[in-house]
């Protein structure tokens, strides 16, 4: 079985996985740790079957056409000297550091020195690990259980490279440090991003994915992890925007630790396919997260999103706002969950998932949820669903607007409320110039 199954007996294709992940292990140079962990997780993929359907998580999701025998014999020679990707959120900003990745490797990498003379640490994620052992160490895959999916288990086994931030106690960085991956067609991208903010530390992070060109393919499975000690601030940017052939996999993870706050702004723009698994734990008290989404599909594209907050603490606050724009014959899935646990009290929890629709053949479903078991909270959701008033429309074009620019306006305005929640202006100018050029002809 290549793709996606409800079965958890053996795999016709584990001998070539097998094989490929043999070659794949005399490639790298990791620490004995890395290694012994690579190989737990291998054990995992090979014991656990593919989604099943009838799991919650993986029940509006439709992915029959992926295979994962086509990306895994070019995960070897995978690398390329360049890629022409395109870069949107670095336009205009000066950065502090910067780390380019090509199909999962790292390929470039700099830092101010001023700030690596304080400790800050950016670069590729598999030379840290070799040169800062126990750091890496300590840290990565902590949130990420290969067990959740097979996934998951194949992202920890496989992972290539990606990128490290570390941040020590009370240094502040002013300037925002720039992520980019860059896909080309029909590669494979594996990478991994861990972002470890220390006590009183403070970082803007900008991280964007792209493909050479709107109609390339290829396969991302990747892994976020954010974690942030007392006192820390972090904003944090994740713009996806793969060709419209790419297949993207990813489970995100963030820990916010006492009085701690988290700013994540998340766009979903490309791909073919999208699963996206992003969870929030609060787990100390007086810690805030903010999460701020942005999804626009067109074509036949499907962009699942399964979000949590947790609250493992009392006193604190998480805030999801979720906006979609659909066109086409397009598909988005948001499944919302609250959870509060026991002790958790002085909760405030609030998600809502908005839709617009552009066409009448496309699909939003939203699903939010609360799991309360506390007693003391305030916990409240939403959703909504509609089309374009046509009033709106007709009112625009009476003062000379086209049809096209008066529903371009119409769009901007729907996120507005998100671009309104975003403290950085290069970002807000470059999710607005994508959205824009997205929206096609409404019928």
Known sequence: ???????????????????????????RIDPAWLVSNRKQAWEVFQSIGWPNPRDENWLRSEFRGFRLDKYLPNLISNTSPETA?????QAGVETSGNIRLTNGVATQEALDPALAAKGVIVGSLARCAREHSDLVQAHLHRMIDPRSDRFAALQNAMWTDGGFVYVPRNVRIEKPIHIHAGLGDGKIDLSHLLIVLEQGAEATVLFESSSDAEGSGGFHCGGIELIQRSGSHLRFVNLQDWGRGAWHFAHQRASVGRDASLQWTAAAMGSRFAQVDQRVELVEPGANSQVNGVMFTRDRQHLVFNTLQHHKAPHCTSDFLYKSVLQDRSRTVWRGMIKVDEGAQKTDGYQRNDNLILSQAVRADSIPGLEINADDVRCTHGSTSGHVDE???????????????????????????????ISIESVREALGAAIARQVRQYE
């Open 1 to 27: 079985m290549t793709g996606p199954s409800s079965q958890k007996t053996s795999d016709p294709l584990a001998v070539t996985y097998e094989e490929a992940f043999s070659q794949f292990l005399t490639t």
């Open 85 to 89: 990707a395109p870069v949107r959120l």
């Open 391 to 421: 009033e709106l429309i007709f009112y625009a074009q009476s003062r000379g607007f086209t049809r096209s620019e008066a529903i371009r306006m119409i769009v901007t305005g729907f996120f507005q409320q998100i671009f309104d929640r």
